[in-house]
């Protein structure tokens, strides 16, 4: 039976730090989230980051802008944010409308800006880099939060075999660098991937980031593999007052009797994700010549 890591547990620990390591600053960390749309799973992510900041006394503005938006004036608006002292982090909550384009759109946030480090400077530099986590890049918060996930069981991750489900460039690619970096052996699966089981099989560590509710079964996963689910799935739930409830890309139940360690849904990745956001602002304020 796994032991189940509890994200939410280790998010409270960290957030605790951030909050008096801002109480002792002069000045008060400020992030800008720009949300196209009135999408209603955007708006709770956001609303979530939102209260997240006030628990550790960030200064937070929300910029909601009509999903017609063109694509420049959503530049500009960036544009405008980079140049305003007030905020150290900007971030654009995807995903974007159909219209625009996403990595245009994320390439015009000033990169010493970058909190969810989605630039493709950001990204490169996890690329372009030494042996171990690169200081000097902003790392994607759901990246680094899969990674202080795994740290926290205590199991090394040099020498294992990690397989990573989903290639996507803001989970997938930058999770599977930061491992290797870690000197794990990397697979990387994605929907093209034949026999996707048997792959599952071979991993010592298994990421699930697909967004295919319950796709890695028991029968996926080897005795003893350490599994980190990143998958957010809605499931229509009629005895549920919001109509629907949440599961992630692993069928827990199942899997928790094989795993060593295992992450929940929710509880796991998601808690961790956003205090990495947090602290990915810190790391500007305390050095704004960061990348
Ligand atoms: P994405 O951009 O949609 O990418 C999904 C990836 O999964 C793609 O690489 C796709 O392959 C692959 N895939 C889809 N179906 C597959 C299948 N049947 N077998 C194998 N691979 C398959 O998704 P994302 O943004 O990376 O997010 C993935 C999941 O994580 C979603 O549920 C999302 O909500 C969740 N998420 C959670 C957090 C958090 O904080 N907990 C943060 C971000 C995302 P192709 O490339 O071949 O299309």
């Not at 937070?60 to 140049?83: A, D």
């Not at 800006?113 to 530099?125: A, E, I, P, T, Y």
């Not at 740290?151 to 996507?168: D, Y």
């Not at 690619?173 to 699966?189: F, S, W, Y």
Request: hydrophobic share 45%; glycine share 8%.
């Amino acid at each position: 039976m796994a032991q189940i890591i509890d994200g939410r547990l280790l998010a409270q620990k960290i957030e605790e730090q951030i909050r008096q390591e801002v109480g002792k600053m002069g000045i008060k960390p400020g992030l800008a989230i720009i949300l196209v749309g009135n999408d209603p799973a955007s708006q709770i992510y956001v609303d979530s980051k939102e209260r997240a900041c006030h628990r550790v006394g960030f200064y937070f503005e929300e910029i909601l802008l009509p999903r017609e938006i063109g694509q420049e004036k959503l530049i500009e608006i960036i544009k405008l944010l980079n140049e305003n002292p007030n905020f150290h982090g900007i971030l654009v909550q995807l995903p974007l409308p159909g219209h625009i384009d996403e990595i245009r759109v994320l390439s015009a946030i000033n990169p010493k800006k970058d909190v969810d480090g989605f630039h493709f400077s950001n990204l490169g530099r996890i690329l372009v880099t030494k042996r171990n986590t690169p200081d000097d890049a902003l790392i994607p918060a759901t990246a680094k939060a899969i990674l202080l996930l795994l740290e926290s069981t205590g199991v090394p991750i040099e020498g294992k075999k990690a397989v990573v489900l989903g290639r996507s460039n803001i989970v997938g690619k930058p999770v599977a660098l930061l491992l290797l970096q870690k000197n794990a052996t990397i697979e990387i699966c994605h929907s093209k991937t034949q026999n996707i089981a048997a792959e599952c099989l071979s991993a010592d560590i298994l990421i699930a980031a697909i967004g295919k509710p319950l796709f890695v079964t028991k029968e996926m996963v080897k005795e003893g593999t350490i599994v980190i689910d990143v998958g957010i799935n809605r499931i229509e739930d009629k005895f549920d007052p919001r109509g629907y409830h949440i599961v992630g890309d692993v069928d827990f139940e199942n899997v928790k009797n094989k795993a060593s360690f295992i992450t929940p849904v929710p509880g796991g990745v998601g808690p961790m994700t956003i205090v990495m956001l947090l602290e990915n602002t810190l790391r500007i304020v305390k050095n704004p010549d960061i990348v």
